[in-house]
């Protein structure tokens, strides 16, 4: 069973910078794929980012586009959300979501089987 631990959530103001971080462990399997969802109150989850094992392959909102990057270490062992110029409207509970035996990746929920228990990313003056 594929385990994920989210980090690296808190406050920080407009125009400010976080790193979310997602430790993994248990996988079965070299082909795997990474993703960050989001939901805010009162809105649907929405797919952030996904990274792929195999290629590398990215993908990533139009709402994030050009200021958040993803990322993965070379041992497979995390997965990393830099997020710069930071908006209030990206505040949300951020989730790091995988699914093993995959090639590419997806930015729909239902697409993942493995999730984290979230983490808190507040943008506010």
């Known amino acids: 069973q594929v385990q994920l631990v989210e980090s690296g959530g808190g406050l920080v103001k407009p125009g400010g910078s976080l790193r979310l971080s997602c430790a993994a462990s248990?996988?079965?399997?070299?082909?795997?794929?990474f993703a960050w969802f989001r939901q805010a109150p009162g809105k649907e989850r929405e797919g952030v980012s996904c990274?792929?094992?195999?290629?590398?392959?990215?993908s990533y909102a139009d709402s994030v586009a050009g200021r958040f990057t993803i990322s993965r270490d070379h041992a497979n062992t995390a997965v990393y959300l830099q997020m710069d110029s930071l908006k209030p409207e990206d505040t949300a509970v951020y989730y790091c979501?995988?699914?093993?035996?995959?090639?590419?990746?997806?930015?729909?929920?239902?697409?993942?089987?493995?999730w984290g228990q979230g983490t808190q990313v507040t943008v506010s003056s």
């Open positions: 248990g996988f079965t399997s070299e082909y795997y794929a």
């Open positions: 979501a995988a699914q093993v035996y995959s090639i590419g990746c997806h930015l729909l929920s239902d697409y993942y089987s493995s």
């Open positions: 990274i792929s094992s195999t290629d590398n392959r990215l």
